[in-house]
């Protein structure tokens, strides 16, 4: 069985007053594998976003289901929703999404915290995970000390450290520098190497050309996708270009 298995995913938003409503997902099926690393792409406004909502369980759909190691997420009661991102999911946005007034150690803390678990349990998966990411001597400076691809890792960190059997990434490189992104995306590769599964919504054709496998998304539906195989980086980045060349083009991809 699939890690994750999407299957019939529709969401519409009513309009208000009787407008038109907006169908941001059509009809979204597709599976990943336990230890893949995907990319999603799709232009602004093809669903990605309303997508990774939806699969973070941010988001309901308005129709079909998602299943997590064989949870429904759909039938997830609102109560209990935090508690499970919590305890499933990894998720690391564009903005970081730290806190200044934690230091990092704190902001990678957070979610254990909010499960109860205790000083020792959360010093010790840190004290594992920490240098791995090199932010072994960051961990007592706060965000506003430290550059933005520094609170990048620190919000892996946080991502990884409650052990998910998923990370959700957002856009991971769009608030860094070229040399930044190259450092994270090495990082994810290294941490996709060690098992962790990795679903990952970008527009960066750099980005998308680590990840194992690239789907497409347009209009709502998943159209294509890409696998990566035996290809190099280079490769795949150029397998991903070929594509967007010709989907700009509004050529065929049988």
Known sequence: MSLLE??????????????NSVEALKNVNFTVEKGEYVAIMGESGSGKTT??????ALDKATAGTVILDGMNLTTIKDAAIAKFRRDNLGYVFQDFNLLDTFTLEDNIYLPLVLAGKKHAEMKERLDNLAPSLGITDLLKKYPYEVSGGQKQRAAI?????????????????????SKSSDELLGLFS??????????????STKAASHASRVMFIKDGIIFHQIYKGNSTDT???????????LLAQGGDLK
């Open 6 to 19: 999407v299957s019939g995913v529709k969401k519409t938003y009513k309009a208000r007053r009787g407008g």
């Open 51 to 56: 997508l990774l909502n939806i699969l973070a």
């Open 157 to 177: 960190a946080r991502a990884l450290i409650t052990n998910p059997k998923i990370v959700l990434a957002d856009e991971p490189t769009g608030a860094l520098d």
């Open 190 to 203: 290294k941490v996709n190497q060690m098992g962790q599964t990795i679903l990952m919504v970008t527009h």
């Open 235 to 245: 490769q795949m980045y150029q397998k991903i270009s070929d594509t967007l060349n």
